[in-house]
């Protein structure tokens, strides 16, 4: 992350905010899990591919968080190995599954980008919900891309979604507070309100994005604008272009099979808010 630099800021100041932005958001794992539980489609589609491709192979799931798709999966009777760097997502993943007593999950904690070492012994490989835009540059992405061709079998499949870049929403300014949202902290009770709002860095393709959790003031999602929010959690996410994940996805000997706009199958458009990919190892080597 060294080589990284842009406008005033210097390259230690980006790598600190990269380090937050991989991070913070998931220091909490309740409040994670609370913040994205109704999110269902993605939990769907996920299950549907590793039915369609099923094999008797174990699924390697590329940033697994608390479970939010594993869980799912092993319930489907699947068998799952789930890397992520964060102990804190591995604890409550684990803990989750100490309820189920499953033997199927093997958890490693390991980045994405230097795999434990599954040789051709993967049947699948999945990293859902935005997991490789935490992989700041091109070849931190086609390191992982590499990764995921050295573990999956001849054949096997690479699924994955990320963001579709959003102009609109990158350039908005960054002072403006978004998506202000009233809640109660499911551990700590406590009435809060959530706000976004971030930079967009042109030159790396970040966008550096703060989430504030103020304490709510009555009812509403009314906060005393003259006290800061109790905490401000920096998330990082990379933009990553259609056209740069074909490219780096047959760099690294990967087939695209399908890209589409969200998880139900239509075009990626403006108005998508999901690259949802599916990819392939070929059976042959390229040339053979
Ligand atoms: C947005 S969460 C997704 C979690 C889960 N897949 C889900 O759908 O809820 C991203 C996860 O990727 C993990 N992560 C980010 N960068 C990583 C890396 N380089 N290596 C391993 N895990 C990483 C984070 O710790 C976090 O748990």
Sequence with gaps: MAKMSSGSKSSGAIERLLRAGTNDHYEDPALYD???????????WYRARAREFSSPHPILELGAGTGRITIPLLEDGHR?????RKQSMLDRLNAKVDRLDDARLEISESDICALPNHARSVGMVLAPFNVLMHLYTWDRLLACFEEVERVLRPGGMFCFDVLLPDLEWLLL???????????????????MVYSTNHT???ETQVAHIRIHYHDAI???ARVRPEIPPRKTVQLAHRQIW???????LHLAGLELRSL???????RLTHDAESQVVV??????????
């Design 173 to 191: 300014d960054p002072d403006l507070h978004h998506c202000r949202t009233r809640f109660i902290h499911p551990e700590t009770k406590r009435a």
């Design 279 to 288: 990819a392939q190892k070929p059976t042959k080597k390229r040339g053979a």
């Design 80 to 84: 799952v190995v789930a890397v992520d």
């Design 218 to 220: 009555g009812r509403g």
């Design 260 to 266: 589409e706009g969200d998880f139900d199958g239509d």
């Design 34 to 44: 609370f913040e994205y539980d109704d999110q269902r489609e993605d939990v769907e």
């Design 200 to 202: 967009y860095d042109h």
């Design 242 to 248: 259609p056209e740069e994940l074909r490219c780096l």
